[in-house]
């Protein structure tokens, strides 16, 4: 079992940067493949990028490809997500997420352990 914490929300103009934090609990931090989503009010949440167990591979979703930056340091329980070239698309609440699958998932309900998330706003 792992418990997550984001932190590095926050108000950010367009085309400014913003690094998000997930802390992990547990000695088992690199059992799990981690994920971020997002979700904007009255919108569904979205799958925004993942990375393996080890850091070795990674994925992300069309809107946010060579924009973002999925990353981890297990030697500090820890997983990033670094956005860049904002937009005020992408203003929402940032949450990551654990599985201790090995595939990459893109869909919520594959994903065991949740953080509370972190609000990200984007103004133009």
């Known amino acids: 079992q792992v418990q997550l914490v984001e932190s590095g929300g926050g108000l950010v103009q367009a085309g400014g940067s913003l690094r998000l934090s997930c802390a992990g609990s547990?000695?088992?931090?690199?059992?799990?493949?981690l994920a971020w989503f997002r979700q904007a009010p009255g919108k569904e949440r979205e799958f925004v990028a993942a990375i393996s167990r080890s850091g070795g591979r990674t994925t992300y979703s069309d809107s946010v490809k060579g924009r973002f930056t999925i990353s981890r340091d297990n030697a500090k329980n820890t997983g990033y997500l670094q956005m860049n070239s904002l937009k005020p698309d992408d203003t929402a609440i940032y949450s990551c997420?654990?599985?201790?699958?090995?595939?990459?998932?893109?869909?919520?309900?594959?994903?065991?352990?949740w953080g509370q998330g972190t609000q990200v706003t984007v103004s133009s």
């Open positions: 997420a654990a599985t201790s699958g090995v595939v990459l998932r893109t869909l919520p309900v594959e994903y065991d352990y």
């Open positions: 547990g000695r088992t931090f690199n059992g799990y493949a």
